[in-house]
């Protein structure tokens, strides 16, 4: 059964940081092109970042190049997400998602496997 578990979320002032992290119970986890997701009411899913299997090729959003940073450890079945310089607008659920190839730009639906999401508020 897969299962993809995220963790450090939290509540931060704006301009603070914050480190999240997903913990995939995934088979063939190096295989994975693994994103982070957030989605705030009202708005839709989007990604924010993407990361293929190999750990090298990622993908940003504009808005948050420069202050957000994908990595992964393929040896532990975990992809973080360093948030950094964080504003008010950053406010959402953030999820963290599996899909079985590489394709940029991210989109909901190349991805299969999600978690519940964790809560990120960056406050003024």
């Known amino acids: 059964q897969v299962n993809l578990k995220e963790s450090g979320g939290g509540l931060v002032q704006a301009g603070g940081s914050l480190r999240l992290s997903c913990e995939a119970s995934l088979r063939a986890f190096s295989q994975y092109t693994m994103g982070w997701f957030r989605q705030s009411p009202g708005k839709e899913r989007e990604c924010v970042a993407a990361?293929?299997?190999?750990?090298?090729?990622?993908y940003y959003a504009d808005y948050v190049l420069g202050r957000f940073t994908i990595s992964r450890d393929n040896a532990k079945n975990m992809v973080y997400l360093q948030m950094n310089n964080l504003k008010p607008e950053d406010t959402a659920v953030y999820y963290c998602a599996a899909a079985p190839y590489w394709d940029p730009p991210p989109s909901v639906n190349k991805y299969v496997y999600w978690g519940q999401g964790t809560q990120v508020t960056a406050s003024l």
């Open positions: 990361i293929r299997g190999n750990g090298v090729d990622t």
